[in-house]
C-alpha cells in the first residue's frame, strides 16, 4: 500500500511555522502537509516558500511531510511549485487547493512528474468533476473533501447533512477509481468528542482517512476511523467460516445467525485491512 493508501490523518502546518513541523510529526499524524495556501497571509507566502525549500533540503528520500499549494491558475501556485523544484528531496505528496478539473491534475502531475497528487475538492465544479479528476493521472492516489469552501459557495449550514451528498458524492468517485479519501478538518479545537464522532461518521460513509488542524485532534480521529473490536470479532468469525466452507466446497454461509456471501466476505477483509490485521 501507498503512504496515502495507509493513512488515516493529515496534519495541516502554516509552512511559515517551521518550528511546528516537527512537533506536528510527533503528534502521531500518519502524514503532515505543510500549507502554503489558506493558513498564510499572501504577503507571507514567498518567506514561507524559501522556508519549506530549505526544509526539504535536509530531509531524506523517506519522509512523511507533503505540501499544499495554491491553485495554478494564479502566480502563487506555479511559484509553490518552483520552489519544491528548489528543494534537493520531494515531497512525500502535493495537495492541489480549489481543483476543478482533470486537466488542472494532468498539469500538475506533468510539472511533478514521480510525486503523489492529491486532488482537493471544494466547490460545485470540482464535486461534478469528480470522477474525471480521479482518473486524471497515474499521480493522482487520492481525493480530500473541501468542506468549509463548498458549504460557502452553497449558502448551507457547515454541518454534516447538508454536505451529506457532497461527501457521498466523493466517496463514490474514490471507490470507483480506488483512491484514498481524506474528509475535511473537524474545526472545533476544544471539542476532541465531536472529532471522533465526526470521523466514526466518515468512515462508515467510506472515507479511509481525516485532514485535521490540530495536534488534539490525532488520537480521536484515529479512534473515531478504527474499526470497533465487535466489529473486528465478527469479520474474523466470516473469513475463518469463509475459509473453512471453500475448504468443503460450500456455498452460501451463516455466520452469527446472518448469511454471508461474497460481497460480505470482501467487506469483512476491507475492515480488517483499515485495521491493518
Known amino acids: ?35 502554503l495556501e489558506d493558513a498564510l497571509q499572501p504577503q507571507a507566502r514567498e518567506g514561507a516558500r524559501k522556508t519549506l525549500t530549505d526544509f526539504f533540503k535536509s530531509l531524506r528520500p523517506a519522509h512523511r511531510f507533503g505540501v499544499r499549494i495554491n491553485h495554478l491558475s494564479n502566480l502563487d501556485g506555479l511559484r509553490d511549485v518552483l520552489s ?41 465544479k470540482g464535486l461534478e468533476a469528480a470522477n474525471a479528476i480521479a ?38 468517485a474514490a471507490a470507483t477509481n480506488e483512491l484514498a ?31 485535521l488542524i490540530h495536534p488534539l485532534h490525532v488520537a480521536p480521529v484515529h479512534a473515531g476511523l478504527a474499526p470497533t473490536a465487535q466489529a473486528l470479532a465478527q469479520a474474523q468469525r466470516i473469513l475463518a467460516q469463509d475459509g473453512a466452507n471453500q475448504s468443503a466446497a460450500q456455498g452460501v454461509l451463516t455466520v ?5 456471501d461474497r460481497p460480505v466476505v470482501l467487506a469483512a477483509q476491507r475492515l480488517l485491512r483499515r485495521a491493518g490485521i
Request: aromatic share 6%.
Open 181 to 211: 479519501l481524506f474528509d475535511m478538518p473537524w474545526l472545533n479545537v476544544q471539542d476532541l468528542q465531536g472529532a471522533e464522532q465526526e470521523a466514526a461518521r466518515a468512515a462508515a460513509l467510506g472515507f479511509s482517512a481525516k485532514a
Open 1 to 35: 500500500m501507498t503512504l496515502l493508501a495507509k493513512a488515516r490523518s493529515l496534519l495541516f502546518v502554516p509552512a511559515d511555522r517551521p518550528e511546528r513541523y516537527a512537533k506536528a510529526l510527533a503528534s502521531g499524524a500518519d502524514v503532515v502537509c505543510i500549507d
Open 256 to 260: 452469527d445467525g446472518q448469511m454471508v
Open 84 to 124: 519544491l523544484h528548489a528543494a534537493e528531496c520531494s515531497p512525500a505528496f502535493v495537495v492541489m487547493a480549489k481543483t476543478q478539473s482533470a486537466v488542472e491534475m494532468q498539469m500538475l502531475a506533468a510539472l511533478l512528474p514521480g510525486v503523489p497528487l492529491i486532488a482537493l475538492i471544494e466547490s460545485v
Open 135 to 172: 482518473q486524471a493521472h497515474a499521480q493522482v492516489q487520492a481525493l480530500m473533501f473541501g468542506g468549509a469552501d463548498l458549504s460557502a459557495q452553497l449558502g448551507c449550514d457547515m454541518a454534516w447533512e447538508p454536505l451529506l451528498h457532497a461527501r457521498s458524492s466523493l466517496v463514490m
